[in-house]
């Protein structure tokens, strides 16, 4: 059988396929079913300083293609995800992703702090959440983002990635990767939910979800494309020290290849997390194997990035 492990920011992963932060990964008992399933890591979902509850509901909608969510960063507070890192860790003893999305710099510091005392292997820090009220999508706002690499890298003694909103122009590419490269990230995850997309219900003439008037980021197959040239545009323009996770559009063993074609070390499923539960992850597996095997490849670093521009 094909050898499907990574090592992403120096943590061994058994396979490359795993849980992207947010969605069923709030609670203990939800992180759980993650420890306990195929994922190869448990990815905890964006934390701030003080619980939250979170928009109103209805805040998420399945869609044909994907999903559309504007959840506001539900979460029980950093201090609970410290805690859950231990209890996860000596019950499941596999790689642990904590997740940081503060309100502010000195949030983001103060729980980068903490979390030097967590069991979690890696942390990621993410600027990339389009859906909290009276705030713009961090990771658009490049001084701000600049600031808090700066600040974070001089505090944080784990691994660390960063979760990344799409960008649309190379541009934005450039500056975002030449900001990355002064300070030690680990991996960049590409993408979050592309944000403020609109879905309407022509029926009932209303939106589908309630919160910011039914705008809300969407994520899975309808965001496949931009996540891959995501994944793409830094691996061009990153040196190989900064690894590439892709998320985005996961469904199948064949997406999995595709980004790993384009210069994804690991991938991570979002949506079809939610829309299929966890067996989702072993199907995934099972099929990027298969496909391993039929094109003759024995490990992901046989074709990572070895992706051919047609003549
Ligand atoms: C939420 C959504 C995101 O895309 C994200 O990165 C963090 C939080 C949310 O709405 O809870």
Known sequence: ??????????????????NA??????????????????????????????PRKGNSEPRYADLELGSINSMGLPNLGYKEYIRFSKVLKSKYNKPIIASISGMSLRDNVTMFEAFNDSEADIIEFNPGSPNTIGRPTMGYDFEYLEQNL?????????PLG?????????????????ILKKYNVRYISC????????????????????P????????????KPTSLAN???FYELLDEKIQIVGCGGVYTGVDVFEFILVGASAVQL????????????????NELHAIMQKKGYESIEDFRGRLRIIE
Not at 151 to 156: F, G, N, W
């Open 212 to 223: 910011k008037g039914g705008f809300g980021g969407l994520g899975g197959k309808y965001i």
């Open 1 to 18: 059988m094909s050898d499907i492990s990574v090592s992403l920011a120096g943590v061994h992963l058994e396979t490359c396929i795993f």
């Open 270 to 285: 979002g949506t079809v997390f939610i829309q299929e539960g966890p067996s989702c992850f072993e199907r995934v597996q």
């Open 191 to 210: 993408i979050n939910s592309i944000g403020n997309a609109l879905f309407i219900d022509p029926i009932k003439e209303q939106t589908l979800i309630k």
């Open 21 to 50: 932060s947010g969605p069923n990964d709030v609670l203990l008992e939800e992180l759980e079913i993650i420890a306990r399933s195929k994922s190869s890591a448990v990815t905890m979902k964006s934390c701030t300083l003080e």
């Open 231 to 233: 994944v793409r545009k």
């Open 150 to 158: 700066r600040e974070i890298t001089k505090i944080c003694r784990k």
């Open 162 to 178: 960063v979760k990344l909103p799409p960008y649309f122009d190379f541009v934005h590419f450039e500056a975002v990767a030449e």
